[in-house]
């Protein structure tokens, strides 16, 4: 992150003396639509960051540049209701959080200037959220524990952004650890750090450069689906509080209580759990082999259960198991598009991409975009 270019441009523009925060975007290993069923994922934070120089102003107005974007907005009050589509709209969220906890913000001029990619399933808005949310807390001297921090940017995006999803991104930016993973327990907020010794293997993400719209509508479909399957076992007497709760063997003797696409939503959810226990022992044992087939699985899940994928990451998945090198992959975030991750052998890489995108221009006409993911740690001033 370039911050002498950030204070530069921010003295340019304002006659104060800002200070500079970050926070990262994140990658998830497996556990894919686990969290808002209070289930277990297996995400990690990356060496991508959205970075912010902010100060409080002397003038009543808030005024807030987003580099990137070449855009700029002015405002003295919080819209009533989300602008459709407008970054502004993760900020005022947060502020929003802030102020119902009787934290009201003054009024501050900020520059935003991120390098996570938008759209390809990073957390960038997450990245965002919470980057506001660290900053306000230490320039407005809250006091506010990582924990309460975690809440309040989950809020602004459930609450104000409208879209129901679970802690993961927000939790993974504000507590990611450098060369580790967060094993999250997503009902209890317990974690523990499982150490990511991948030894000459990589994470290769591939960038489909899909962005679907109807992502957003279809994940909220996704999270009433699992609670309508889990209300219609609680009747017939399955006493659970949520979907991580119930065994494999109780999916298949209430099965008769769902309708078929409950069905499959809830079994995917039960399975993509007991994957993530055998993932993590996998790469605590440097079992690549064993771990590469959890991912397809997921991968399989998430397609044929879950039903969020789309042709452009299916077709990424199926090359990558005919391609040498490459241990196992599937989509990661939300679906509809974005990336899949991949874990691959390092010195294989340039063979690996090139491969797929021989591949993905033939099928798509494009050459999509690759980044290794390395870790990063979470959300500080610097």
């Known amino acids: 992150m370039d911050k002498q270019g950030l204070e530069r441009l921010f003295q340019e523009k304002f006659s104060s003396t800002p200070r500079f925060f970050k926070a990262p975007g994140r990658i998830n290993l ?18 991508k960051y959205c970075a912010i120089a902010i100060a409080p102003s002397s003038q009543e107005k808030t005024h807030v540049i987003a580099i990137d974007l070449n855009e700029t907005c002015e405002f003295e009050k919080i819209p009533s209701q989300p602008i459709p589509s407008h970054w502004m709209n ?34 960038s808005s997450a990245a965002l959220e919470v980057v506001f949310t660290k900053a306000f807390n230490e320039l407005f001297e809250f006091s506010l524990s990582n924990m309460e921090m975690t809440r309040i940017a989950k809020e602004a995006e459930n609450d104000f952004v409208g879209l129901q999803c679970g802690i993961m ?19 209890s907020l317990q974690y523990d750090y499982v150490q990511l010794q991948l030894n000459d ?36 007497g ?29 079994s995917y959810v039960i399975q993509e759990n007991i994957r993530l226990e055998k993932f993590v022992d996998a790469i605590g044992h440097s079992n690549w082999q064993e771990a590469g087939q959890l991912l397809h699985a997921s991968h399989q899940g998430l397609k044929e259960q879950y039903e969020v ?29 974005g990336c899949t991750i991949n874990l691959v052998e390092g010195h294989k890489i340039d063979q690996i991409t090139s491969a797929f995108s021989a591949a993905y221009l033939s099928r798509f ?6 980044y290794i993911a390395s870790t990063g740690d979470g959300a500080c001033e610097y």
């Open 30 to 47: 497996i556990g894919e639509h686990t969290d808002y069923n209070e289930g277990f994922v297996l995400p990690a934070g990356i060496d």
């Open 201 to 236: 293997n990589k994470i290769l993400l591939i960038d489909t450069s899909v962005k679907h719209q109807l992502a957003s509508s279809e994940y909220n479909q996704r999270r009433m689906e699992c609670q309508s399957a889990l209300e219609k076992m609680n009747v017939e």
């Open 309 to 337: 994928s789309c042709p452009e990451l299916d077709f990424l998945v199926e090359v990558s198991k005919k391609i040498e090198g490459i241990w196992g992959g599937r989509l990661m975030g939300g679906g509809f598009g």
């Open 90 to 123: 993760y900020i005022w969220g947060v502020m929003k959080a802030f102020d119902k906890r009787g934290l009201s913000i003054p009024p501050f001029e900020a520059i935003i200037q991120s390098d996570v990619p938008v759209g390809a399933g990073l957390s």
């Open 169 to 187: 991104d927000m939790f993974s930016s504000v507590h990611a650890k450098q060369h580790h993973a967060i094993k999250l327990d997503c009902r």
């Open 238 to 266: 399955v006493v659970a509080n949520s979907l991580r709760d119930i065994s494999t063997a109780q999916i298949e003797k209430a099965k008769h209580l769902l309708s078929e696409v409950e069905y499959k939503r809830a």
């Open 365 to 370: 006409g494009l050459v999509p975009k690759y």
